[in-house]
């Protein structure tokens, strides 16, 4: 079992920026992807961005040049740095680990306004 913490949601106005975070724990393995999806209302959960044990990243066209998303292997944490925030980037936000299984963290809700 791996456990997924996330952190750092809130509310902010556009433009703004917001870090989120999430740890994980429990029975990681060293491989492994580590990445980030939203679901906004009424809407399906779509994927943000994602890095590799090894490093690469990934993004949706949507956050592209906005969000940069990083790890800390030693730690097992990784962070997502949202910058210039749209009101559309408003969302809860979900942690993903993918290693042997996939697991999910509880959400964290990001709210931009205009």
């Known amino acids: 079992q791996v456990q997924l913490v996330e952190s750092g949601g809130g509310l902010v106005q556009a433009g703004e920026s917001l870090r989120l975070s999430c740890a994980a724990s429990?029975?990681?393995?060293?491989?492994?992807?580590f990445g980030w999806y939203r679901q906004a209302p009424g809407k399906q959960r779509e994927f943000v961005a994602n890095?590799?044990?090894?490093?690469?990243?990934n993004y949706a066209d949507s956050v592209k040049g906005r969000f940069t998303i990083s790890r800390d292997n030693a730690k097992n944490t990784v962070t997502l740095q949202m910058n210039s925030l749209k009101v559309e980037d408003t969302a809860v936000y979900y942690c993903n680990w993918v290693g042997y299984r996939t697991y999910w963290g509880q959400g964290t809700q990001v709210t931009v306004s205009s």
């Open positions: 429990g029975s990681t393995s060293s491989i492994n992807v």
């Open positions: 890095i590799v044990s090894g490093g690469r990243t």
